[in-house]
């Protein structure tokens, strides 16, 4: 039995005009994520795994396709409809220190989607930072702080809480852990776990490590040139890559050499 | 070819130092990785080694070229590429004139002679139509080709001591597997000495025959790579090693409730955390 999907995208096109040039980012993607699982993007730069994450988020127009979301179609959603549709379907950017007002303290940036979407009265909005706050383990002390106060594993989390305010049921994370040092990215995507089997939230993850795509997601969609060129479950697909594109990803990955010595 | 004795770094402030009492040698014509995360001090070890240590930062200890007959020259002597090729490249001039101009300066070629020489590195550097390139501006170039270019202008004026300080970070790995390769050939074919920045344990052993560790500024362990990584003396490398994510880690949905190993910074253990199950 198929699950129903959460989101469906189906026959996706963009084209972006470049330095004069059309580029075709997208050239007719189709994919499904089912509820409370994690679908992987892996491919190289200018494979169009962001641009497709742009489009599922609604920050880019595509020029063809459909995108369904909870059954509706997202497209053809106007101004208000879509913003009513915004706090199931957020987005965690790679870099933590770009992604906030620098001046916003973490109580502000907290409170700030709770506050546009109207999720709770503004006496509520305190509390609700500091729950968020113990939600993806840091501690409450840090609520006044800036971000630029804060470590990039800090401001990472700190932006997932973001995401999660709105009690989303899809989050595209893109890129969440690359910018991080490698000993805090284990705890980063224990944490996205953790909140995965708690919220049954499911994610988009864009990632071109194959390493990150290996620890956290249960399917992988590879892209090349705008199109998707294998799909299938990650244990399957990196044990028999079949596309050229998988391939070389999962020779890219660098390699423990214990040499003699 | 390189010694380093008992070198602290301060910049200004209070805080604690950015480097303190790290020694290191480096032979000639061996590859040395420096390994550490942000605030280990190996950008600052990388700078002060290039002589290109902000002016207002108080240095102890030494850093000496015992190998070279006078002090060295960078750019000449020691050829330098960065994370950012943008810091390494000038936007405003053509990359032929910025790869040449380092051969004029530092070896004294005319610039016909140096500009043949630049496109022989190019085309080295697998820059296609290197020849048409010179003529072309770095934002004309993607960013794994910036960085080759850049290398190309390290490698100009026939450095003995390469220094590159994560120069792969910024790309993705397909991108930087492509350097990395490019990058052994090159230390290879020059018997060029190389300090190779990174946070990578695994380029790290890929590229290098020895390895320093480095955290929050002090020098944890060196010595060669294959003792180093088999056999660790410092808990911070034992842990770097443990929890290595790889093509071999499985833990989210495939395996349910499973989590990656995390490190205890407060004394560099392993543990594995329970999973959180849904409160309130």
Redesign the interface.
């Known amino acids: 039995m198929v699950e129903p999907a959460l989101l469906e995208v189906a026959g996706l096109h963009k084209r972006f005009r470049r330095a004069g040039q059309d580029v075709t980012a997208l050239d007719g993607v189709d994919l499904r994520i089912a509820p409370g ?2 679908l992987a993007l892996a491919g ?3 494979s169009g795994k962001s641009t497709l994450a742009r489009c599922v988020v609604r920050l880019v127009a595509p020029d063809a396709g459909t995108i369904r979301f909870a059954g509706v179609d997202l497209l053809g959603l106007g101004e208000a409809a879509l913003r009513a549709m915004r706090p199931q379907l957020q987005m965690v950017f790679q870099d933590p220190s770009t992604a906030f007002n620098p001046r916003a303290t973490v109580a502000r940036i907290l409170a700030d989607p709770l506050r546009v979407h109207g999720l709770a009265p503004r006496a509520q909005w305190r509390a609700r930072a500091l729950a968020l706050l113990d939600m993806v383990r840091l501690p409450g002390t840090l609520i006044d702080r800036q971000p630029h106060e804060l470590s ?1 594993g800090q401001r990472q989390r700190v932006a997932i809480a973001r995401a999660l305010a709105t009690g989303p049921r899809l989050v595209v994370l893109d890129e969440p852990v690359s910018a991080l ?3 805090v ?3 980063v ?2 944490l996205l ?2 909140l995965q ?3 049954g939230v499911a994610y988009l993850l864009i990632a ?5 795509v ?5 399917t992988v969609a590879v892209m090349e040139a705008g199109r998707i060129v294998e799909h299938g ?3 399957e697909v ?1 044990a028999r890559p079949q596309a050229t594109a998988t391939r ?14 | 070819m390189l010694a380093v004795r008992g070198l602290g770094v301060a910049y200004g402030g209070a805080g604690p130092p950015a480097l303190a009492d790290v020694s290191l040698d480096l032979a000639a014509g061996r590859r040395l990785a420096v390994l550490g995360e942000s605030g280990s001090g190996k950008s600052t070890l990388a700078l002060a080694i290039c002589g290109l240590l902000a002016a207002g930062a108080r240095v102890s200890g030494t850093v000496a070229f015992p190998g070279l007959a006078a002090a060295p020259v960078l750019g000449r002597d020691i050829g330098v590429v960065f994370q950012d090729p943008g810091g390494s490249l000038n936007p405003v001039l053509t990359i032929g004139e910025q790869i040449a101009e380092v051969a004029v300066v530092h070896r004294g070629l005319g610039w016909r002679a140096a500009a043949a020489q630049a496109a022989r590195l190019l085309d080295r550097m697998r820059i296609v139509g290197a020849q048409a390139a010179l003529r072309r501006h770095p934002h004309e170039f993607s960013g794994g080709q910036r960085q080759r270019i850049a290398l190309a202008a390290a490698l100009a004026a026939d450095p003995v001591l390469l220094v590159a300080d994560e120069p792969t970070s910024a790309l993705d790995t397909v991108v930087q597997h492509e350097m990395v390769e490019l990058l052994d050939g090159l230390v290879r074919e020059r018997g060029l000495t190389l300090l190779f920045v990174t946070h990578d344990i695994a380029l790290a052993s890929m590229l290098a025959d020895e390895v320093a560790v480095l955290f929050g500024g002090r020098l944890m362990e060196a010595g060669p790579v294959g003792r180093v990584f088999r056999h660790p003396a410092h808990a911070y490398t034992r842990a770097l090693l443990a929890t290595r994510l790889n093509l071999d880690t499985t833990v989210g949905e495939t395996t349910l409730g499973a989590r990656l190993p995390e490190i205890d910074p407060a004394d560099f253990s392993v543990f594995v955390p329970a999973r959180r199950v849904p409160h309130g």
């Open positions: 699982t994690t190289a730069s200018g990039g040092d490698v000993s990215r284990a705890a995507l224990n776990l953790d089997e708690q919220t071109h490590d194959l390493a990150v290996r620890a956290v997601a249960g479950a990650v244990d990196f070389g990803l999962l020779a890219a990955v660098p390699r423990l050499v214990l040499r003699e010595g």
